[in-house]
């Protein structure tokens, strides 16, 4: 039988509604080049270490969980909410893998689009807050209509990610999504643990390339100086 999704009330003042839709912010990351790294345990997965917290974009903001911050940037003209950084994520996407639940409500009080993927791994909202093992996140976007069957660029979907993520959280986040019709195939040809490494791989790279990107221009300001 077929659940209808049940759309929570969240208060939305009259303001954000209206929020403008335009050009695309700037990436939010200064990443070293470690910024990207497989984490200790068995389910290897892409984290970022940032070189500093400063909150300078609402990629930052969503990141650090600083949702005031994200309500002051989406005053700003120019501001939209579905814009992607450098790295192809939106403010939502970031606050869904680093499990920071107020900004996602105040994400999609700004009326993010939660079913919006990535650029380089096809993995929308719900992937990140499944392989974060966030239940009230998972609920919450499961609650606004996400569509949570849908499977990324390795045909992993939430379900899957939550299962290989393991431990008392990922089982919970698991078992839910299973409850509202997530289908689950548990033989699959997957190296989870190669796929995530392909993955912190990528990102290192455009981390790298960032870096490098502005040592370069740090060298041409100091060429320009001595000149």
């Not at 790294?37 to 500093?52: I, K």
Request: glycine share 6%.
């Amino acid at each position: 039988m077929t659940t209808q999704a049940r759309k929570p009330t969240l208060s939305r003042s009259p303001s954000l509604a209206r929020s403008p839709s335009i050009r695309r912010l700037p990436s939010s990351k200064h990443l070293n080049e470690n910024a990207a790294r497989p984490s200790s345990s068995h389910f290897s997965v892409y984290d970022l270490r940032t070189v500093n917290t400063d909150i300078l974009t609402a990629f930052d903001a969503a990141e650090h969980g600083d949702s005031r911050a994200i309500m002051r940037f989406s005053k700003a003209k120019t501001f939209d909410v579905d814009a992607k950084d450098r790295y192809g994520r939106t403010a939502l996407i970031w606050a869904c893998d680093c499990a920071q639940l107020q900004c996602v409500q105040v994400l999609i009080r700004l009326s993010a689009n939660i079913n919006i993927a990535d650029a380089h791994t096809g993995r929308g909202a719900i992937h990140w807050a499944a392989r974060a093992a966030n239940l009230a996140i998972v609920k919450l976007l499961v609650q606004y209509g996400c569509k949570f069957k849908a499977p990324d660029n390795y045909g992993l979907t939430p379900l899957y990610l939550a299962k290989t993520k393991g431990g008392v959280d990922g089982e919970s986040v698991f078992k839910y999504l299973l409850g509202e019709g997530a289908p689950y195939n548990e033989i699959r040809a997957v190296d989870i643990n190669k796929v995530e490494h392909e993955i912190a791989m990528r990102m290192a790279a455009i981390a790298s390339g960032e870096a490098d990107a502005a040592l370069a221009h740090g060298e041409a300001d100091d060429a320009d100086a001595d000149a």
